[in-house]
C-alpha cells in the first residue's frame, strides 16, 4: 500500500510527474472516504473473525451446559456462585485477553444466569413470623406484601440481579453484549413494578410502560451511534446490542396500543401498523440500522395476510403468498436502502446528517 513517502519517492524518480501523484493522493482520499461511508452503511458489528471463535463458543457452550446440569442437581446457591466464578475465570480469558465476541456472548449468558440462581431467593423471600396472624398464615413475605402472591416478586428480584450482573460484566470487561443484559433486566423489573403499584396491572398500561423503556434504550443507543458516526469503534457494537433491544419494545408497544392490545389486524388496526411501518422505515433509513424493520416484519406480515383473507379463505395460499410479499418487500428495501438514505438525507438539516452515519455518495 503506497503512502505519501512513495509518492514523493516516486516523484523524484520520475516514475510520474508531481501532478499525477496529487492526483493519485485526491483519488485514494476520496475512495478512503467511500470505504469508510460503505462499512458504516453495512452496519457491521464484531461478531466473529472466524471459524475459531465458534469453535471457542461451542465449547463454552459444552462446558456451560455441564456447569449448568451439575448445579441443578445439587440445587446449592454455593454450587451456583461457583459456577458463576468458573464463568468469570473463563471470561478473563476469552474476552478480555483474547477478545473473542460469540464465545464472550455465551460466557455472558451463562454468568448472568448463575448469577441469578446463586442468590438464595427462597431465604430471602421467607418472611418472618407475623404473631397476629393464625400460624398457618404467620408466614408473610415482605415482597409479597407489596407484589401480592404470584411470581411476579420473583421475577422482579431476578431481573434485577440479573441487570446487575450484566453491569458487572461490562464493568470490568467493556462488553458491548452485557449492555443488552443491563437493559433488559432493568426493563423487567421496572414495568413489573410500575404497572402494578401504578397502573393496577392494567394492560395498556404496561404497554406504554414498555414504550417509554425502548425509547429510553433507544435514546441511549443513539447516545453511542452519535459518538461514532463512522461506527469504527466498540460504541457502535454498544449501540448495535442496544437497538436490537429496543425496536421489539417499540414496535410491540406501538402495535398493542393502535390495536387495543388484541394484535389481530381489523382495518383500522391494519392501517395504523402499517403507519407506524412506515414511520419506523424513515427512523431506520435516517439512523442507518435495521432493528426497527426486522421486529415490525411479523406485524407488517399480519397485515398482509389481512389483506389476503379478504380475497380468499384458502390459508395455504395466504401463507405462501404472505412469505413471497414479505420476503420480496425486504429484499427490495435491502437493494434500494443506500439510495434510500441519500434522498431521506437529502430533505435533513446539513447539520443533522454531519452527526449521522454516512451517506454513500452516488
Known sequence: MLDDDDLDAAVGARIVTQAQADTLRTFAAGRRKTGAAERADE??????RGFNDFFFAIGVVLFGAGLSIFAGIHDNPIVFGLAAVTMWGLAELLVRRKRLVLPGIVVALFFVSFAVSAVPLA??????????????ASRLSLLNTFFGNGSMPVIAIKAVIASAAGALFYARFRFPFALLLVA????????LAASHFLFNDSAVA???ILLLCGVAVFGVAMRFDLSDRLRATRRSDCAFWLHVLAAPM?????????????FRPDTFAAIMIVVIALLLTIVALIIDRR???????????SVIAYALSNATLDRTF???ATLVIL????????VGWTPLRRRVASVLSLKLVNRLPPVVPA
Do not use: D
Not at 433488559?184 to 414495568?191: F, K, N
Not at 398493542?256 to 388484541?262: A, Q
Not at 420476503?327 to 435491502?334: F, H, I, K, Q, Y
Open 43 to 48: 452496519e457491521r458489528f464484531r461478531f466473529m
Open 123 to 136: 431465604n430471602l423471600l421467607a418472611a418472618a413470623p407475623n404473631p397476629l396472624l393464625p400460624s398457618a
Open 184 to 191: 433488559g433486566g432493568a426493563v423487567i423489573a421496572l414495568q
Open 206 to 208: 404496561r404497554l406504554a
Open 250 to 262: 417499540l414496535v410491540h408497544s406501538l402495535v398493542g396500543l393502535v390495536s387495543n392490545n388484541t
Open 291 to 301: 432493528a426497527l424493520l426486522v421486529s415490525a416484519l411479523v406485524y407488517v406480515g
Open 318 to 320: 395466504i401463507l405462501i
Open 327 to 334: 420476503g420480496a418487500l425486504v429484499l427490495a428495501l435491502g
